[in-house]
């Protein structure tokens, strides 16, 4: 038998979840929260790059939410205008589900209205500040970061309020009440899982440092480097739950300036 003490120790994967990941993760997507648009904000070696990002990303955003809205707006115009017409519409006001259906789903089309128009906003806003000042102006704990931080919390409030609509149709619609309740719990659990794992994954590249500007191995030996998938995979893991007590936070803002001002280049003046 080998000496337990020299074996590495054994995989909780559960535990180890239930360490890095709080509750509120579980149903919060952490790619949403301000933690991790620090993080995000970090990991670029420069405000023109991480600008680039950004624009990739509320660009790509926009064609989401131009689609869910139309999407919606379809689904909820028709069930108001179509063969289902007189059944909303004859619903008993405020103690009828059918009317508490119609009312939520006019309030996820303007929730995606809001945010398609946020996300417009938002792009024609950042587009006018200094490749060289963006990361500051994002990372600001004031109304600049704020801003940009709007239609991430749009996205969150449209996706559990489309959840929420789409559930109460599937009850009102489906007269087997128990049927509806299993599908409506089981999308749950999907989503849930789904969400909480992207979390725990996300939990360990941030206790990791792996969004430093740095390599996580540059304060290690040679001879103690992973030599496999598998070592690399628990050392990032031993990582993250170290750093999980303390809590690692992002570079201050100092540092962060400091960064950019190493790749500014400013104005070149103008000849006389």
């Known amino acids: 038998m080998g000496d337990e003490s020299t074996s590495p120790p054994k995989a909780r994967p559960f535990r180890n979840f239930l360490k ?3 509750v509120l993760e579980w149903f919060y997507p952490i790619d949403h929260r301000r933690l991790w648009k620090d993080a995000y904000n970090e990991a670029y070696p420069s405000g023109k790059t991480l600008k680039e990002s950004y624009k990739d990303v509320w660009e790509m ?3 989401a939410a131009v689609l869910v809205l139309a999407m919606n707006a379809s689904l909820f115009f028709s069930l108001l205008t179509g063969e289902s017409k007189d059944f909303y519409w004859e619903a008993e006001s405020y103690t009828s589900l059918a009317w508490w259906t119609m009312v939520m789903g006019g ?9 398609l128009n946020c996300l417009l906003v938002v792009h024609g806003i950042y587009s ?7 990361r500051t102006i994002v990372s600001a704990r004031g109304p600049t970061g704020k801003l940009a931080m709007i239609p991430d919390y749009l996205v969150v409030c449209s996706m559990y309020g489309m959840a929420t609509w789409w559930s109460m149709l599937l009850i009102v619609h489906i007269r087997d009440l128990v049927g509806t ?3 409506v719990g089981a999308l749950l659990l999907i989503v849930t899982f789904l969400v909480s794992y992207s979390s ?3 939990r360990i590249i941030y206790h990791s440092g792996a969004h430093k500007p740095e390599s996580i191995f540059s304060e290690m030996a040679s001879e103690d480097l992973p030599r496999s998938h598998e070592e690399l995979g628990q050392m990032l ?5 170290n750093d999980a007590q303390k809590t690692m936070e992002p570079l201050n803002i100092g540092s962060q300036i400091e960064k950019d001002l190493e790749n500014t280049e400013g104005w070149s003046s103008s000849p006389k």
């Not at 309030?107 to 945010?115: A, D, E, Y």
Request: net charge negative; with cysteine; charged share 15%.
């Open 61 to 63: 955003n926009t064609l």
């Open 128 to 134: 006018a500040v200094d490749d060289d000042n963006f």
């Open 237 to 241: 893991m031993e990582r993250a739950l």
């Open 200 to 202: 725990y994954a996300a």
């Open 181 to 183: 309740l299993v599908i």
């Open 107 to 115: 309030v996820i089309v303007v929730i995606n209205f809001c945010h």
């Open 20 to 22: 890095l990941v709080p």
